[in-house]
Structures are given as structure tokens and as C-alpha cells.
């Protein structure tokens, strides 16, 4: 018999940035329903073994893989390696992002360029590569010849003082995802967001464990708790399934009402 719970049995997904915080529980959500995934980490190979591990010991397949999403080889090589490994890539979870915080005036050019390389062109390169090989494969098992889900962030709205270039990114990643969906559609393509609020993850540690600044932090969350990793990582794996093979172009906001406008509780 079946196992219902392992809906995405026989998929194949990509995850990049999996080697810790959502893309790791986005994998591990993934393997949980079955699908193989390939962990794609930029620089903690023990975070990505760990993965790779986890995914393992739900009796999904997993492979670790090194690159750098902002650059159009190593994705192009990324994507073959999950089709050398699983014969194919059904979902791509096009997570990888950082953040190098400044103030406007004093971030540099440098720091401007590399959130953008890596959160909108490595997002931008990760897609357009999973599409190129959704054709190539053809329709498998789902009803879509491919999924796309991009992390994008509160801050693809919310401007963010002292994070211009990460709130840009993330701007211009939404566009992104809805222009993408437009195009594809038509093929069978399915192009989709989520935009996480404040997730306890390493890219954030400096503020949930700081007592004062997680106080602060509570206060842009109406539902009162700092988010985890799981609570995106559970809607991952169901926008990757069929469950979901009518909604694209969708930016999926999971952020315990934070875009909510909190302020306005006792205000306005
Ligand atoms: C950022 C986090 C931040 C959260 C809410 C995320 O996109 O990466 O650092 O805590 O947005 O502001």
C-alpha cells in the first residue's frame, strides 16, 4: 500500500542553502514525504552532511553539493549532479540567501553586490536552470512538468533600515517569482513564494538570542512567538505537491502576522 504521507515519493528536489536553518528543514520536510533531495551548501560542508543525514534517516535519498548560486556554472553543474543522482528535478527551492547589514551610507559596494549575487541572481540562475531542465525531462510524476518555491522575506515589502540591499534583493525576488509564473504557466510550470518573518535561524541569532533585542523583535509579532525553521519548511513540502498544483505566482506570507501592521495595535 501507499503511503499517504510520502506524497512527494518519486520527486526530486534541489534545495539550495540547505546546510542549516530553513533550506535544512525545507530538505528535511521534503524527505519526510519521500522525495530525494540534493543539498546544496556554499561553505558548511558539516551542515550539509548533517542534512544529508537526517534526510537519510527518514528513508529518503540525499546528496550534498558544493556551489555557489551566483554563479551560472555551479548552478548549471548543481542541477546535473540531482539529475545524475535522481535521474531528474521535479522542485527547485531556491532558499540561498545572506545578509551584510550596514547603514546606507556606509555599505559598500561590495556588500551591496554580494546579497544581490546571491539572493536575486542566484535565485534568478537556480530557476531558470530548473526550468531548462523541467523541459528537457518532460511531465513524470506531478501534475506540474516543474515546481519553483523561492524564499523571499517579509522585507520583499516591509522597507528595512540598515538591510537595503537584502530588502531590495528580496524586492525584486518577488517580482521575480510573479514575472516567472506569468511566462511559464503555460508550460505546466509552477513559480511560488514564501515570505518568512522572523525565523530563529543563524542568519538572525545576533537578535532571538539576545534577550532585550528578542523582546523588541516580539513586539513586530502579533502571534507572539519568534518563528521556526518547520513552520516553513512544512509549507515547502506542500507547495512542492500536488496539493498545491493550482496556486503560482503566489507569495506565501508565514510570519506570525508581522506584515500586519503590529504598530497599529494601540496606534493610528
Ligand atoms: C531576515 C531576518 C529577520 C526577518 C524579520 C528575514 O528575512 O533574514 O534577519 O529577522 O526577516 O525582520
Not at 247 to 262: A, K
Amino acid at each position: 500500500m501507499t503511503d499517504a504521507t510520502r506524497f512527494l515519493e518519486g520527486q526530486v528536489a534541489v534545495v539550495t542553502g540547505a546546510s542549516s536553518g530553513i533550506g535544512q528543514a525545507s530538505a528535511i520536510a521534503l524527505a519526510q514525504r519521500g522525495a530525494a533531495v540534493l543539498v546544496n551548501y556554499a561553505h558548511d560542508e558539516d551542515g550539509a552532511e548533517e542534512t544529508v543525514r537526517r534526510c537519510s534517516d527518514l528513508d529518503a535519498r540525499a546528496v550534498a553539493l558544493k556551489a555557489d548560486v551566483s554563479r551560472e556554472d555551479e548552478v548549471r553543474a548543481m542541477v546535473a549532479a540531482a539529475v545524475e543522482a535522481f535521474g531528474a528535478v521535479d522542485v527547485m527551492v531556491a532558499n540561498a540567501g545572506i545578509q551584510k547589514d550596514a547603514a546606507f551610507t556606509d555599505l559598500t559596494l561590495a556588500d551591496w553586490n554580494a546579497v544581490l549575487a546571491v539572493n536575486l541572481t542566484g535565485a534568478f540562475l537556480s530557476m531558470q536552470e530548473a526550468v531548462r531542465q523541467f523541459r528537457r525531462q518532460g511531465r513524470r510524476s506531478s501534475r506540474a512538468l516543474g515546481k519553483i518555491i523561492a524564499m523571499s522575506s517579509v522585507h520583499d515589502v516591509i522597507p528595512w533600515a540598515g538591510h537595503v540591499n537584502y530588502a531590495v534583493a528580496k524586492a525584486g525576488l518577488a517580482m521575480l517569482v510573479k514575472t516567472a509564473a506569468q511566462e511559464l504557466a503555460s508550460e505546466g510550470i509552477r513559480v511560488n513564494a514564501i515570505a518568512p518573518g522572523a525565523i530563529a535561524t543563524a542568519i538572525n541569532r545576533d537578535v532571538w538570542s539576545d534577550e532585550t533585542k528578542s523582546a523588541a523583535l516580539l513586539e513586530l509579532i502579533p502571534y507572539g512567538r519568534i518563528g521556526e525553521a518547520d513552520d516553513i519548511g512544512e509549507a515547502v513540502a506542500w507547495m512542492a505537491s500536488d496539493a498545491a498544483d493550482y496556486m503560482t505566482g503566489h507569495i506565501m506570507v508565514i510570519d506570525g502576522g508581522m506584515e500586519l501592521y503590529p504598530a497599529f495595535r494601540d496606534n493610528g
